[in-house]
T-cell receptor, first 113, second 111 residues
Framework: NAGVTQTPKFQVLKTGQSMTLQCAQD?????MYWYRQDPGMGLRLIYY???????DKGEVPNGYNVSRLNKREFSLRLESAAPSQTSVYFC????????????FGSGTQLSVL | TQLLEQSPQFLSIQEGENLTVYCNSS?????LQWYRQEPGEGPVLLVT?????EVKKLKRLTFQFGDARKDSSLHITAAQPGDTGLYLC???????????FGKGTRLSVIA
């Protein structure tokens, strides 16, 4: 029972570098989400994908791109990392038939120097 | 941006005490959820409330949805160190919009 798997767990980047955060779920969920969590800010939605082949912007999409590669995988790309993108990133998927129940990965802690 | 206000932001109590955490909005929710998050992990769903006035219990945790569906509370009876964590409320507004999360309440229960 892997659930939602995120890689890497930790990453340090220099300003201007690029990287892709990977997320995969094995629960056959249609909807997937990327959030960032900053101290005192709660979880803020970056992008989401309601189904394979569709993506939509969330509350804080600037500086990010996403790809819904297939039903299982939803990746988040930082093209030119900035210190303001230092955060903990969470991927989540939603249980079919439920508009509410999210399953989260264990997060990626990203530092941009 | 639709806001979900959680209070208090931080709470430190002794084992055995009771506590209540609040989640408020000026807008009506179609449903509301409470999640608990431990360090180094993602949030885990505790409960979903849907009906105004609804009360749900999960062992020592009692969740209440306001009659007008604009607010919710989480009450913990006889808190234990294992209750320590970040408690997040998340609301679903009308329409096909994603969940909106509050900023969370960080609870520390001291033995």
């Amino acid at each position: 029972n892997a659930g939602v798997t995120q890689t890497p767990k930790f990453q340090v980047l220099k300003t201007g570098q690029s990287m892709t955060l990977q997320c995969a779920q094995d629960m056959n969920h249609n909807s997937m989400y990327w959030y960032r969590q900053d101290p005192g800010m709660g979880l803020r939605l970056i992008y989401y994908s309601a189904s394979e082949g569709t993506t939509d912007k969330g509350e804080v999409p600037n500086g990010y791109n996403v790809s819904r590669l297939n039903k299982r995988e939803f990746s988040l790309r930082l093209e030119s990392a900035a210190p303001s993108q230092t955060s903990v990133y969470f991927c989540a998927s939603r249980e079919p038939g439920s508009r509410e129940k999210l399953f989260f990965g264990s997060g990626t802690q990203l530092s941009v120097l | 941006t639709q806001l979900l206000e959680q209070s208090p932001q931080f709470l430190s109590i002794q084992e055995g005490e009771n506590l209540t955490v609040y989640c408020n909005s000026s807008s009506v929710f179609s449903s509301l959820q409470w999640y608990r998050q431990e360090p180094g992990e993602g949030p885990v769903l505790l409960v979903t409330v849907v009906t105004g006035g609804e009360v749900k219990k999960l062992k020592r945790l009692t969740f209440q949805f306001g009659d007008a569906r604009k607010d919710s509370s989480l009450h913990i009876t006889a808190a234990q160190p294992g209750d320590t964590g970040l408690y997040l409320c998340a609301g679903l507004y009308s329409g096909n919009t994603p969940l909106v999360f509050g900023k969370g309440t960080r609870l520390s229960v001291i033995a």
